[in-house]
C-alpha cells in the first residue's frame, strides 16, 4: 500500500496510509464553525469505532517538548487535538503484528482535527508544536493504571526515532 487511501466501515470514512501501523485508526473529525465559534466533535457511542469508556483527561504539552514514550497494556487511547498542533509518532514492537518495527507520525491541529486511535501495546509520544502550547483530549477505554503503563525516555531507547525536525 502506498500514499494516503481511505477505507469505508460501516458507512464512515478511515484514513490510511503506507506507514500506517496495525491497528491504528486516523478517524477525520467534523469541525462547525459559525460566528459564535466552533464545534469540534470527537467520540460519541454510536460511532463504529468506539469501544468503551475509561475516563477523558486532557494535557497540555508546550512548545519542542517531547512526551513519551509510553505504552498501555490493555488501553486503547482516542487522541484529539483540540488547540495548538502536535506530532504523534508510534512505533509498533508487538510480536506477531504485521507491521512490527513500524514507524508512524500523524500531525494534529487545525489543518487536521482527527482521532487517532492508539491500540494496546503500541508505544507512542507526542511532541508540542504550537505556542504557547498545545492540547490533547483522551478518550481512553480504561482508566488510568500506571502498573499496566511502560515508559521510556524519548531520547535514550531502542525506539529508532529522532524527535527533532525534519526538513523534507
Known amino acids: 500500500?502506498?500514499?494516503?487511501?481511505?477505507?469505508?466501515?460501516?458507512?464512515?470514512?478511515?484514513?490510511?496510509?503506507?506507514?500506517?501501523?496495525?491497528?491504528?485508526?486516523?478517524?477525520?473529525?467534523?469541525?462547525?464553525?459559525?460566528?459564535?465559534?466552533t464545534i469540534m466533535h470527537m467520540l460519541k457511542r454510536t460511532d463504529v469505532h468506539f469501544l468503551e469508556f475509561g475516563?477523558?483527561?486532557?494535557?497540555?504539552?508546550?512548545?519542542?517538548v517531547v512526551k513519551g514514550w509510553h505504552?498501555?497494556?490493555?488501553?486503547t487511547l482516542n487522541?484529539?487535538?483540540?488547540?495548538?498542533?502536535v506530532k504523534i509518532v508510534l512505533y509498533?514492537?508487538?510480536a506477531g503484528s504485521a507491521t512490527r518495527g513500524a514507524l508512524q507520525e500523524i500531525f494534529l491541529g487545525p489543518d487536521n482535527h482527527s482521532l487517532v486511535?492508539?491500540?494496546?501495546?503500541?508505544?507512542?509520544?507526542?511532541?508540542?508544536?504550537?505556542?504557547?502550547?498545545?492540547?490533547?483530549?483522551?478518550?481512553?477505554?480504561h482508566p488510568h493504571d500506571p502498573s499496566l503503563t511502560t515508559r521510556l525516555d524519548p531520547f535514550d531507547n531502542d525506539i529508532p526515532y529522532d524527535w527533532g525536525?525534519?526538513?523534507?
Open 55 to 64: 475516563e477523558i483527561y486532557f494535557t497540555t504539552i508546550y512548545p519542542e
Open 165 to 168: 525536525i525534519r526538513h523534507r
Open 79 to 85: 487522541y484529539a487535538c483540540i488547540f495548538g498542533r
Open 1 to 37: 500500500m502506498s500514499g494516503t487511501v481511505q477505507r469505508v466501515r460501516s458507512g464512515e470514512m478511515v484514513a490510511t496510509g503506507a506507514e500506517t501501523i496495525e491497528g491504528v485508526s486516523v478517524v477525520p473529525l467534523a469541525r462547525i464553525p459559525d460566528e459564535r465559534g
Open 71 to 75: 505504552r498501555h497494556r490493555e488501553m
Open 92 to 94: 509498533d514492537d508487538r
Open 117 to 141: 486511535i492508539i491500540p494496546p501495546g503500541v508505544w507512542n509520544g507526542a511532541k508540542g508544536m504550537g505556542a504557547p502550547f498545545s492540547i490533547i483530549a483522551n478518550c481512553c477505554t
